[in-house]
């Protein structure tokens, strides 16, 4: 099993540009986490699907944050405009729901640099 | 609503040496508690888990016991290893719902 899948593994680019972070799930796992780590506000939780239906979005930052699950295999977290304050470690995260004990299984996570 | 406090790190030990990381929370209902782990450059790895109240879960020397009378759960080790240098995270998951709530993390750090 290749676990979750992030591309690209790092990212810098300049203030203003679009973003598209990629996560691929482990096969078979119902549910999907986007995560946000940086040293001031620790680990938070952007958002989570389910069956590829998107369940809470609440920690979406802003309207320039938008995640998107075409199909079980992929989704896309995506900054547009960027700015320096969204520079962090991205993580994705897949599990299979409540009935195998709950383990979220992380992705490597995508380092992006807004400049 | 949920939350999980930690204790402040960087904790620095010398190999061998015992470790306890505190961990209590805050949830209604009936929570599972998770350990994860974050070696450098890496995403987070469930370390060990209990589901509930007096559960011990325990992996790689690593134990914690879910003590409900204290809401704690904290992670302890008897003799720690360099290769134990991390960055570990309590967790908890609501009896209801399927969103994790992470504690801020507790960076280790073991000297040989």
């Known amino acids: 099993d290749a676990g979750v899948i992030q591309s690209p593994r790092h990212e810098v680019t300049e203030m203003g540009q679009e973003v598209t972070l990629r996560c691929k799930p482990i096969s078979g796992h119902d549910y999907l986490f986007w995560y946000r780590q940086t040293m001031m506000r620790g680990l938070e939780l952007l958002i989570y699907f389910n069956n590829n239906v998107p369940i809470d979005d609440s920690g979406m930052p802003e309207d320039r944050f938008s995640a998107k699950m075409p199909n079980a295999s992929f989704s896309t977290l995506k900054i547009q405009p960027s700015e320096p304050r969204d520079s962090a470690v991205y993580f994705c995260?897949?599990?299979?729901?409540?009935?195998?004990?709950?383990?979220?299984?992380f992705g490597p996570g995508t380092r992006l640099t807004v400049t | 609503g949920n939350s999980v406090t930690q204790m402040e790190g960087p904790v620095t030990l010398s190999e061998e040496a015992f470790l306890t990381i505190n961990c209590t929370y805050t949830a209604t209902g009936y929570p599972s508690l998770f350990w994860y782990v974050q070696y450098p450059g890496e995403g987070l790895q469930l370390l060990l888990k209990?589901?509930?109240?007096?559960d011990k879960g325990s992996n790689k020397g690593f134990e914690a016991t879910y003590r409900k009378e204290t809401t704690s759960f904290h992670l302890e080790k008897g003799s720690v290893q360099v290769s134990d240098s991390a960055v570990y995270f309590c967790a908890l998951l609501p009896g209801a719902g399927n969103m994790l709530t992470f504690g801020g993390g507790t960076r280790l750090m073991v000297k040989p």
């Open positions: 995260a897949s599990s299979l729901g409540r009935t195998f004990s709950y383990e979220q299984y």
């Open positions: 209990a589901t509930k109240a007096d």
